[in-house]
């Protein structure tokens, strides 16, 4: 009985996903397209969630539906106006099968995955990291892997992140800020604000030992700036002039000098100490966190903001 | 208590298929915002309820991010463009 | 005894949620389904609240549990509200 139940309900989580998909692709307005992708994402952090994998429902509850969500509101917001409601086409057939071969391939990759999980031949990843996860300076073994064991690949991620801020930062100047807002928006953002940085803060500290880390901390603290915004007030939270550009570039320049500094003991690149290795990881965590933040909210303002030429000492445009 | 958070599991799911059918089926954009919103909370039950099945905490936390976020995406969603209207 | 008055509570919390979605596939207006949804939906996760918190041991869990329910009714409250008054724009818009 126990079996069957959440047999069921996994499957019902299956469908609805793919139902979500294919009507997000074939919806008749961007708007409803939206929406249905935003549900998607709550549905995929449901499946993370039966897959017990609790990191990765944070995330895909965080950026991939929320903030992600809040972006393409935000991008759809400067689309010219239309006098009439014409209907929208349909995407082209191409960009159809496209993405329909693609969904083909991944079901034959998950059908590979589940057939090479039922052979038990070699050494588990999830023993090995487990056998080492003391030397690791954190007891949660997804963070172990993100900032110890992949150091380098968090690093190069963070590289990427930085790359796609660049490329939207050369669009121009920022998008044009909401008007300011009733009192039911501005009193909600007054709390949601605050709560939102509190919860970061805390996925941020909590991410040594149990799921959390820095890019769900660093998405809840970009919702904030973004909430901030949408309630009218053009000041996201971002430091301006010098400042916002050490923040940008923080993520990754914080990894990769720890990374470097490592090697002064005649290591390799971004083989922490042992003893250092907590202190460590949370040090670039923090500042992963903030560039995360930074960028995230920086990609939604869709291009430079205000205060990227004004403010301090040696600011330049 | 096991069996019946997994039936409970079970029913919010099938609440949440039912509901997304009802969303496919309106054709107005608000009329599916409200209908996210409630996607929204029935997520959170649910999430919180498999937290108790799976035993698993971090689960909560993972409830607490889905409804922070759901708000965030309603103010999202409900802020028109400078030229519409106040608020 | 806990166990039993758990289970009553998650089965109400249960009952309110399933009626939400009933009234949203059976109400005739947006605004009638609106309010149907955020009131039974508010009130389903309430009761499904507090028949988690009587089974849960830890305090920080238990907090967090009752702040996700404080939150979602605050958020579902100013929510409803906002989309209320986006519907009713976007009809004096095309009217």
């Not at chain 1, 391939?105 to 588990?124: C, E, I, K, M, V």
């Not at chain 1, 056998?131 to 690093?155: I, Q």
């Not at chain 3, 009553?8 to 009626?19: K, T």
């Not at chain 3, 920080?60 to 724009?89: C, D, F, P, T």
Request: glycine share 10%; hydrophobic share 60%.
């Amino acid at each position: 009985m126990t079996f069957d139940a959440l047999l069921l309900l996994d499957m019902l989580l299956a469908a609805m996903m793919l139902m979500l998909a294919v009507a997000a692709l074939h919806s008749h307005s961007l708007r409803q397209g939206i929406i249905l992708f935003i549900v998607f994402g709550l549905v995929t952090a449901l499946a993370w969630a039966r897959l017990r994998a609790p990191d990765v429902a944070l995330a895909e509850a965080a950026i991939g539906s929320g903030v992600a969500g809040a972006l393409l509101l935000a991008a759809l917001r400067d689309r010219k106006p239309r006098k009439q409601k014409t209907p929208m086409a349909r995407p082209a057939w191409q960009v159809l099968t496209v993405t329909y071969l693609v969904i083909g391939l991944a079901l034959t990759a998950s059908w590979a995955f589940l057939d090479a999980q039922a052979n038990h031949a070699g050494p588990r990843l999830g023993a090995m990291v487990q056998a080492e996860l003391a030397n690791s300076g954190v007891a949660n073994p997804v963070t172990a892997v993100l900032l110890n064991f992949r150091a380098y690949d968090t690093l190069l991620e963070l590289a990427v992140l930085l790359a796609a801020l660049l490329g939207v930062l050369a669009l121009g100047p920022e998008r044009t800020a909401p008007r300011a807002a009733g009192p039911v928006v501005t009193h909600l953002v007054a709390w949601l604000t605050p709560l939102l940085i509190v919860t970061a803060g805390y996925l941020l500290w909590v991410g040594a030992h149990a799921p959390g880390g820095a890019f769900q901390a660093g998405a809840l603290l970009a919702a904030a700036g973004i909430v901030v915004r949408l309630s009218g007030n053009p000041h996201t939270g971002l430091p301006s002039g010098v400042w916002i550009r050490m923040l940008a570039v923080a993520g990754c320049g914080v990894f990769m000098f720890v990374g470097l500094a490592s090697m002064s003991g005649g290591a390799n690149l971004l083989q922490y100490p042992a003893d250092w290795a907590g202190t460590l990881i949370l040090l670039i965590e923090i500042f992963a966190t903030l560039a995360i933040a930074a960028s995230l909210v920086l990609v939604y303002l869709g291009g430079r903001p205000e205060s990227w030429s004004s403010g301090g000492k040696n600011a330049r445009a | 208590m096991g069996e019946l958070l997994l039936i409970a599991s079970v029913t919010l799911g099938l609440n949440l298929a039912l509901s997304l059918l009802a969303m496919l089926r309106q054709p107005a954009a608000s009329d599916r915002m409200l209908s996210a919103q409630l996607l929204g909370t029935n997520g959170v039950g649910l999430m919180l309820l498999l937290s108790l099945a799976q035993d698993q905490a971090a689960l909560v936390d993972a409830a607490l991010v889905l409804a922070l976020l759901a708000a965030v995406v309603v103010i999202a969603f409900t802020r028109r463009a400078p030229e519409g209207s106040h608020d | 005894m806990i166990d039993l008055l758990s289970a009553g509570l998650i089965v109400g919390g249960l009952f309110f949620y399933v009626a939400g979605t009933v009234g949203l596939i059976r109400l005739p207006d947006t605004l009638s389904r609106l309010h149907a949804v955020t009131k039974a939906d508010n009130l389903g996760l309430g009761l499904l609240v507090f028949g988690l918190l009587l089974q849960l041991s830890d305090p920080l869990s238990m907090l967090k549990v009752l702040l996700i329910w404080v939150l979602v009714l605050a958020a579902s409250a100013a929510g409803g509200q906002l989309i209320a008054r986006h519907l009713q724009h976007k009809r004096e818009e095309s009217s």
